[in-house]
């Protein structure tokens, strides 16, 4: 038996080696009496669980996209592993100690090529890809067309990840043990969205703590309901703008006030009880945890900007794997700012992705 916030988890495995998980309410939501004991028993350690797309990324760059009906030579052609979900599950791994962290990626892939080059890739990195299900057809693949004038044209086909159902979702996904359900669920929109909410609902229901970056943005189910079983909602400025439905014109990301008040109207606009993080780019970070002060964090200084697109997916994997491992929020938010800012001196989202030595090193030099 092992306590969540407000509920009573027993897990059961009978002699045919079936699993039964009896959840019963407890003690009011946010009353835990020895969380710390029930929620790391002995000679485990904490575990975050990832359920989202994997894609595998056919790069072109070019000086120009042709016209229709017209053939051009490119400038380079480049093949990586992707998807918003395992590149958040490498970041996890990554920076974070797999002698203190354990990470699992939950997602689908074809029975193809690609489906086998994007579970080594996670595999490879020390991920348990053991609930990475192998379906026939055609893993998920995104298509970019890269102009040298910096637009890009993106074709996905959804592939398997497209395949879920609500009725899919299971709290076997979300089982480490017979003893234990993982501490955390890290999510995104990638998926289907009726399977994003039932996941979400199931989690929840568990009483395990939900990491969830909406993106891409799907504004239909950004409602208090939803927000309300979220424990860290992880932004960008952009994503922020959609909730608070108050985009950033004429704002100036340089006056710190003003980008703090925005943050902390999330709490207002959901009733909102968890840590909203909101990060800014170059401008910084603000993290807001419910019944405190918002709080803005100055950037690392990048030495070079090479590539930005990896950034936030190596901010939310340092942030939580720190929050994992038992550091605070402020703590983690610093290992997070650490790891984005590396990133955005190389090229590409997953091949950027640092490692948590390299992170240790900056926020080290920084103190």
């Not at 985009?247 to 968890?274: N, P, Q």
């Not at 950034?311 to 929020?329: N, R, T």
Request: charged letters at 20%.
């Amino acid at each position: 038996m092992f306590s969540r916030r407000d509920r009573e988890v027993y897990i059961h495995q009978g002699s045919s080696g079936s699993i039964e998980i009896v959840v019963e309410e407890s003690q009011p939501h946010g009353c835990v009496v020895n969380e710390e004991r029930f929620r790391y028993p002995p000679n485990n350690m904490p575990h975050v669980t990832i359920f989202g797309s994997l894609n595998y990324d056919l790069v072109v760059s070019t000086n120009r996209i042709p016209q229709g009906g017209e053939t051009i030579h490119c400038d380079s052609f480049a093949t990586h592993c992707g998807g918003k979900g395992a590149n958040q599950a490498l970041a996890v791994r990554k920076l974070s100690s797999p002698k203190t962290v354990g990470v699992r990626m939950v997602g689908r892939v074809g029975q193809d090529a690609f489906g086998q080059q994007l579970k080594a890739g996670l595999a490879n990195a020390g991920t348990d890809v053991s609930l990475i299900e192998e379906i026939p057809g055609e893993s998920g693949v995104a298509v970019i067309l890269l102009e040298r004038s910096g637009e890009n044209r993106i074709l996905v086909h959804a592939g398997a990840n497209g395949t879920y159902k609500p009725e899919d979702v299971n709290l076997g996904w979300f089982t480490v043990d017979v003893q234990r359900l993982t501490d955390f669920l890290v999510i995104q929109n990638e998926l289907p969205i009726p399977v994003v909410l039932r996941a979400i609902e199931v989690a929840y229901d568990n009483g395990i703590e939900i990491v969830y970056n909406p993106s891409p943005m799907e504004q239909s189910i950004l409602t208090p309901e939803v927000i309300s079983k979220i424990s860290y909602l992880v932004v960008n400025e952009s994503e922020l703008a959609a909730l608070t439905q108050e985009d950033f014109f004429g704002t100036d990301l340089a006056d710190h006030a003003a980008l703090v008040g925005r943050v902390k109207e999330v709490h207002v606009k959901y009733d909102f009880k968890g840590t909203v993080v909101t990060t800014f780019g170059g401008h910084g970070t603000v993290y807001s945890i419910y019944g405190s002060e918002a709080v803005f964090v100055e950037p690392f200084k990048a030495k070079q900007v090479v590539d930005t697109t990896g950034a936030g997916d190596s901010f939310l994997g340092a942030f939580v794997g720190a929050v994992a491992a038992g550091k605070s929020v402020p703590e983690a938010v610093k290992w997070g700012a650490a790891a984005g800012c590396l990133a955005v001196g190389r090229e590409g989202a997953a091949d950027s992705i640092p490692m948590l030595d390299e992170a240790a090193a900056l926020v080290q030099n920084e103190q």
